[in-house]
């Protein structure tokens, strides 16, 4: 098969799309004929070498945490989907012709492949930020980044779940945020007093979202720091905020349902601009800018 690679940390112009093992699924696990994947910022990370602890690339690095396709090996104990199946959901090494998906939730007709590949990191993350917040329907969210690939799902998420939200981006980003039904405000100096100024007050949770913001400055907004949960800034937790990286926290396949749900009932919508498999450069350079609306996808 072909997927995704690089042999050293570096930028876009590293990436090749080009032969590789074919993966199979061990237990609990499927393997999917990937009809779409998405490129998440963590990509760009791992590419750019920032997640390597400062040690060489050892053999290829593979890319791709979410992707949607057709099952086509089911691995031991699996016993909720077959060959054939139409899925979307997480794994490692998704940009590529196959991957193997350790969870995963049935994609619904009415979806696009783009979309539902958009839908896996981004909506299972969420998920589990919104459920650590655990605001009563009723109360008020600020997320921060709101306009990017994790903050647009969490802001629609969140008002599915019946929350109050506002959400900051740039100044480009600000009517596309009132499109998703939050409240917008800049982000930059000032933010803390704009989020105060929109909800009257105080604010029952923050959703960090890109982790460009003081961590100070977002717990001012809140009566207990903890109900600041950051996904990006992993030196929140000193501060008395939580920090979420993943697996410890995740309920896998049962957030991926809630969210093929929200997506079913046309909650949840994913803007997605989509790049052929070997024009991932592209796709790559947009995502490394920092400055994305909502998802982009990479297609075969
Ligand atoms: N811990 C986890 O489990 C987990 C899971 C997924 C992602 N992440 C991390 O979460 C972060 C976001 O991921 P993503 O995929 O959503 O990235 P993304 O799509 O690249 O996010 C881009 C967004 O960030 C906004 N932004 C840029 N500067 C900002 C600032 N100073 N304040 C507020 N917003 C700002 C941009 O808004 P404008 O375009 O309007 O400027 C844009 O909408 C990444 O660091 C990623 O690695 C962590």
Redesign the pocket.
Known sequence: MRALQFSKYGGPEELKWDEAPDPHPGPGAVRIAVRAASV???D??RLSGAMSGGQPLSGAGFLGYDAAGVVDEVGEGVTDVKVGDDVFGLGAGTQAEYAVLHAWAAKPSSIDWAVAAAAG??G??SE??LRLLSIAAGGTVFV?????????VAVQMAVAGGLRVIA???????D?LREIRATPVL??EG?AGRVRAASGGRVDGVFD?????PIEELMSLVSDPSQVV???NFGAGSAGAR????SADSRGRAALAEVAGLLQQSQLVIKVQTFPFDRAAEAYRI?G???????LVLVP
């Open positions: 998440n910022a963590i760009w990370k990191v981004a299972e993350t589990r930020v921060d980044g709101g306009a990017g690939g994790v903050g647009a900051s981006a740039g100044q480009a980003n600000q596309y982000y930059g933010l979202a890109v982790g460009k913001t950051s996904i990006a920090v979420t990286g993943g995502v800018g920092g400055h994305g609306r909502g998802k």
